[in-house]
């Protein structure tokens, strides 16, 4: 059961991944997105991690793309559509990356992972927490703190950059 | 671990996602369609931090971690470059990137 919801979610994420780069319009292409982000989130349910698939859908489909649709909005016309590079760029780059990613592949297949068996040890959130707040060995409370500085900083520049002219021209 | 299903499946799909990121980041001109494609390259990487966490070292956490951590950076760099890019449009009103070169003056 699980193995038939992995194939459809991953034939889900490739297709949708597939039309969110090629799309000619650009509204198209961040819903397409919004389907793989789903997907990945849905993942994140099969493999059993329900905190890290809530942050998922709450951060990525909720925020991110309603800023992408929202400055899609506000910067293009609805009804233009994207320029499409020419056949031999597309060509050529398409052969990059598929070499890239049987070379990947290639890397991936031979390798010998050492899978752990017969874990069926539950992650529970209260776990999670309490390794971000521990300050013992292996402990994550220095990013933690360092990344809450991070977002704090990015917010107050995004909100300086997006003002722009207005802010510096009174001075 | 999803029964049924090895590692090698999971990472064989987070490896086609992460270089269709790439063939979108590369082919396209606009530039929010080059942010989508480094979305979809960030949401590979987080996918097999989490995968190789759990069949690897399943009684670990780290993985998770991480991918908290990822998920975050690209919210900030989202949020950042989509007001330089509406400050940019509002100079140049273009978004593409081979109008964009303010900053060569």
């Known amino acids: 059961m699980e193995q038939i919801i992995f194939y459809i979610l991953s034939l889900i994420m490739v297709v949708f991944a597939i039309a969110s780069v090629t799309s000619r319009k650009i509204l ?11 997907g990945i989130a849905g993942f994140y349910f099969l493999i059993d991690y329900n905190y890290l698939a ?26 233009s559509k994207l320029e499409v ?26 390798h010998p992972f050492n899978v752990a068996e017969n874990s069926t040890k539950a ?15 292996g402990g994550f409370i220095l990013p933690f703190e360092v990344i809450s500085i991070l977002l704090l900083a990015a917010m107050i520049g995004a909100i300086i950059v997006a003002k722009g002219t207005r802010l510096t021209q009174k001075n | ?13 987070t490896t086609l996602l992460f270089f269709i990121g ?28 989490v995968a190789i966490n759990k069949y690897l070292y399943p009684d670990m956490l ?23 890019i509406i400050n940019l449009y509002r100079l140049v009103t273009s978004v593409d990137v081979n109008v964009t070169e303010t900053m060569k003056h």
């Open chain 1, 28 to 38: 198209r292409a961040v819903v397409y997105l919004l389907f793989v982000l789903i």
């Open chain 1, 54 to 79: 809530a942050i998922q859908l709450t951060v990525y489909a909720g925020g991110i793309i309603v800023l992408f649709i929202f400055s899609v909005l506000l910067i293009h016309h609805i009804e």
């Open chain 1, 85 to 110: 590079p020419s056949l031999g760029r597309r060509l050529l780059v398409g052969f990059g990356s598929l070499v890239g990613a049987s070379v990947t592949l290639f890397t991936i297949w031979s």
């Open chain 1, 123 to 137: 992650t529970e959130v209260a776990d999670i927490g309490r390794g971000f707040l521990s300050y013992g060995e």
């Open chain 2, 1 to 13: 671990m999803i029964p049924g299903v090895t590692i090698y499946e999971i990472l064989t799909v």
């Open chain 2, 22 to 49: 790439v063939y979108g980041f590369v082919t396209r001109k606009n530039l929010i369609s080059i942010l989508l494609s480094v979305e979809l390259m960030l949401n590979a990487v987080a996918i097999n931090f």
């Open chain 2, 62 to 84: 780290e993985g998770v971690y991480f991918s908290v951590f990822i998920i975050a950076v690209a919210a900030a760099e989202t949020a950042l470059a989509i007001s330089i």
